[in-house]
Structure formats: structure tokens, C-alpha cells
């Protein structure tokens, strides 16, 4: 072979060795194999519209923020040749659907404020890091958009902001939460509410708040040791609420009395998926729960633990997603996107993601 042909070979190589994230195929065949060894003939929870048993009604498709790598990544089950990964820097705890095919993610990059990344793409669309301690950010209808996060534009405390679409702060529509410490989701009601979790007296006592638009309190849910790092309002008033050592996701009535505790827990005769703290989750269509299994904040955190993990309205363990520790360390949010338009901005307003209202 000539010196010439050699670095030809070379260079090809090299071309072909070139992806965006590194290919898990080999890693999620093996899973798949395992996975379909124990599917038995007969669906064993016949009164539930997506059983353990039958796998491809399960998460195929999703998003998720990795603590330890500070990245956000695209995992698709069914074609692994189109994930990616994108390093943004810092860590994150919310992701949001903006429409046009884009995430928005906070990020702490310049000031702090937020990314737009592409989806089908993989890339950081736009960027906007002029605001401050970003927590969580949301599309509205009108096209323009709430930022939630510490002490935005020299206001002090939790502060919820709202930008039109050139990214111009509507003064007048800021809204201050000087109550509400340590939050970390912050989320919109249908009823125009903010639901934000907050410390009380000492690190070891945790609430959820909900507070209106002018700053003042509307209702409190004791969550225990916490913290309460995501609530949610559902369609029929209850509110789902994570609360994050006690490895639980909380339902509570209107009243703010407990209903119904799912805990993020080894099930019998199920995959044991290592718990160690319960933070993001999203309520799919179906009505079962998606949640983010977080194993802190080393990079070397990906061998530990079932880091997503679904159960049905039962609180039975339905699907375990076992990361390849290569690729990731710890999930700290994931966004479920099978059966959604990517097109519209979505958000948790009556619990599932739906189109903006």
C-alpha cells in the first residue's frame, strides 16, 4: 500500500469514527434481548392500557438532563443512530417543550438564562444568557415566554419574569416570591397559580407552595423531609409532588391531605432499580408517571441505579430504563416526547404535556 493510499484509509476512518454521541446500539440490543426473554404470552395487568409486558407502549423516545456530565441528550430505543449529546455547562433540572421543534433548557452560561436547542438537529438553536439564576422556563400561547429563577434583573428572591418573543423584560408583568427558598421546578397552574417548593425554618423542613400571580400565598403541602423539587396541578385538582430524599412522588387532594404515595422503591419481583432520590417526573397521557431517578452528582454515576423509571396509577413498577454508564453519569430530567407535536409549545398545566392553552 503507498503512503498515499495509507492516509487516505486513515482520514476515512477517522470520518466514519465521527459521531455526535457515541453509539449505543450494541449496549440497548443486549438490554432489548434480556427484556424480551422475560415477556410472557399473556399480559399479567390486563386492566392497564400499557402493562409491563408490552414494551413498545413504553418510553421510546426522550430527552434527558445529565447531572454529572452536564449535558442534555436525545435517546431513541428504536434507531440509537440518531442520539446526540450537547454539553451545556452547568446542571440542570427542567426541560420544556417551546414549539418549532425546540427544547428549552435553563443553563448558567454568560448571566444565566436559557438555551433553545433543535431537536431533529441536535444543536443549540439560540441562545439567551442575560437573565440570572434560570430554574425553569415556559412558552406561552402568545409566543412569549416565563423565566423563573433567583434574583432576575436585580430583583431579589424567586422571581418569575416574562419576555416577548425579541427577549424584552414586560416589567410590568414580573411577579417576586420573596418567601419561597431554595425552589428548584417552578410550575404553572391552570388556574394561573405557581407551584414552587420552598425550605421552612431549617434545611430538614420542606413545603410546596402555591402562590398567585401577586406574590401572595394560596396553599401549602407539607411534603416531609423533601426537598419538594417538582409539583404538579392535575386536571381533576390534585397536586403530584416529588419529595426528593424520601424517595416519593405524593398525591394530594384539593384539601392538601395525602391520597396516594408512590414510592420510588426496589418492587418485588421487579427490576431492581438502586433508589436514591426522587426529583423530575412527567405524568404521560396514560396516566402513569415517569420518574427521574437521581444518583447525585458524580460523573461516575451512570453504573448506578435504573435512572428512569415509570409506574402505572397503582404506583406499580411498569418500565425501568437502565443508562449506559459510557454515555451517562446521573438523569436529573427527562421529557417523554412519543405521541407529541414536536411543532407546538407544550406544557404540564392539567398534568400530561399538552399544546399550550
Known sequence: MTRHSLMALIVSLLVLSCKTAPSTQPYFDSIRKKEKALEPA?????????????????????????????????????????????PVGASIWDMQLGGGGKVLVPTTDGLGG?????????????????????????????????????????????????????????????????????SR???????????????????????????????????????????????????????????????????????????????LENQEGKTPIDPFQAGFFQILANGHYVLANWQGKNITSGRKGHQLVEYNAKGKQVWAWKQDPKRFSSISAVLVLDGLDLSLA???????????Q
Not at 415556559?138 to 412569549?144: D, E, I, P, V
Open 42 to 86: 399473556v399480559a399479567a395487568d390486563s386492566d392497564d392500557p400499557c402493562p409491563e409486558e408490552k414494551l413498545d407502549c413504553h418510553p421510546r423516545r426522550f430527552l434527558v438532563a445529565d447531572d454529572g456530565l452536564q449535558k442534555i441528550a436525545y435517546v431513541n430505543l428504536d434507531d440509537p443512530s440518531k442520539d446526540w449529546d450537547i
Open 114 to 182: 436559557y438555551y433553545e436547542i433543535d431537536i431533529e438537529q441536535g444543536r443549540i438553536a439560540q441562545a439567551y444568557t442575560s437573565f440570572g439564576f434560570v430554574r425553569s422556563v415556559q412558552r406561552l400561547k402568545n409566543g412569549n415566554t416565563l423565566i423563573a429563577g433567583e434574583n432576575l434583573k436585580g430583583n431579589e428572591g424567586l422571581v418569575i419574569i416574562e419576555v416577548d418573543p425579541s427577549q424584552t423584560v414586560l416589567d410590568v408583568k414580573t411577579k417576586k416570591f420573596p418567601k419561597a427558598k431554595n
Open 185 to 263: 421546578v417552578i410550575r404553572r397552574t391552570f388556574d394561573n397559580t405557581f407551584l414552587m417548593g420552598s425550605t421552612i425554618d431549617n434545611q430538614s423542613d420542606h413545603v410546596l407552595l402555591e402562590m398567585d400571580e401577586h406574590g401572595f400565598e394560596v396553599q401549602r403541602f407539607l411534603v416531609g423531609t423533601g426537598p419538594a423539587h417538582m409539583g404538579v396541578r392535575m386536571q381533576n385538582g390534585d397536586t403530584a409532588v416529588t419529595s426528593g430524599r424520601d424517595r416519593k412522588l405524593l398525591i394530594l387532594g384539593k384539601d392538601g391531605k395525602l391520597k396516594e404515595t408512590i414510592t
Open 346 to 356: 407544550h406544557d404540564d398545566t392539567e398534568g400530561p404535556l399538552k399544546p399550550v
